[in-house]
């Protein structure tokens, strides 16, 4: 039986690996024809109650342009896409969020939901928006004012049906983890975000795996020497 494996990133630079993961065992299904998976990244989504005013009109025009206002609209043609088409797994790399809006992230977690009671399973890794992010802002007023963002634990605690409660190994450090989505495809998530680098004013938009919390040695090193496993990068960045 030949496994496939698949890494999804949300970084720049691969630059090491360190202490050994949490493990526990997942739910796997045994696997039967092609696998059908979606990747849906930067969604950069902020919901309508954050959004419309005129500071938010005015940030638009001079901004490069996302879709932000129809952010909402987008995502729930997507999901629906997606429950018509019903692939096995979506898989939503970082920039999940605007700019790391706590009312976003919860929001996109009950949407995420409906996948999952639809048999897909949602899966998440953050990027540079999506933690301790100082722009998070409620743009539906004049002026537009601080909104409170995510720590890393809450983003865990929004999205644990999406990938971290049913975990295969997760890296104690970071947001980053391996799940199984069956006997023979294995996703290795890496979080590469620098939140941690964020200060009051500013967001890091670098990314990096941090060379001292080595994630995975035990597992992903042993997958990677399995003749029968078959790695596929991918990525939001160009990976080195």
């Not at 018509?84 to 009950?110: C, M, R």
């Not at 999506?130 to 809450?154: F, H, L, M, Q, Y």
Request: glycine content about 6%.
């Amino acid at each position: 039986m030949r496994r496939t494996g698949m890494i999804i990133m949300t970084s720049l630079l691969i630059s090491g690996c360190a202490e050994v993961p949490q493990e526990k065992p997942a739910k796997q299904a045994v696997s039967s024809g092609p696998y059908l998976f979606y990747t849906a990244t930067d969604l950069h989504y902020l919901p309508p109650s954050l959004s419309g005013g005129e500071q938010f009109s005015r940030m638009l025009a001079n901004s490069d342009m996302k879709l932000t206002e129809y952010s909402d609209l987008i995502l729930d043609a997507f999901i629906g896409t997606c429950i018509s088409d019903h692939p096995k797994a979506v898989i939503f790399t970082g920039d999940l969020t605007f700019n790391g809006e706590k009312i976003s992230h919860q929001i996109l977690a009950s949407k995420f939901r409906q996948l999952s009671d639809s048999g897909i399973t949602p899966l998440v890794i953050p990027g540079n928006h999506d933690i301790d992010n100082p722009a998070s802002r409620d743009w539906s007023g004049k002026p537009a004012v601080r909104t409170d963002s995510v720590s890393r634990t809450e983003f865990e605690e929004i999205y644990h049906e999406c990938g971290y409660d049913s975990a295969l190994s997760k890296d104690p450090a970071s947001l980053s983890y391996i799940y199984a989505l069956d006997d023979e495809h294995w996703v290795l998530l890496l979080d590469s975000a620098r939140y941690e680098d964020n200060t009051s004013i500013y967001s890091e938009a670098g990314g990096r795996i941090r060379k001292k919390k080595r994630a995975f040695t035990q597992v992903s090193n042993s997958a990677m020497r399995d003749p029968n496993l078959s790695l596929k990068a991918k990525g939001l960045y160009a990976l080195i």
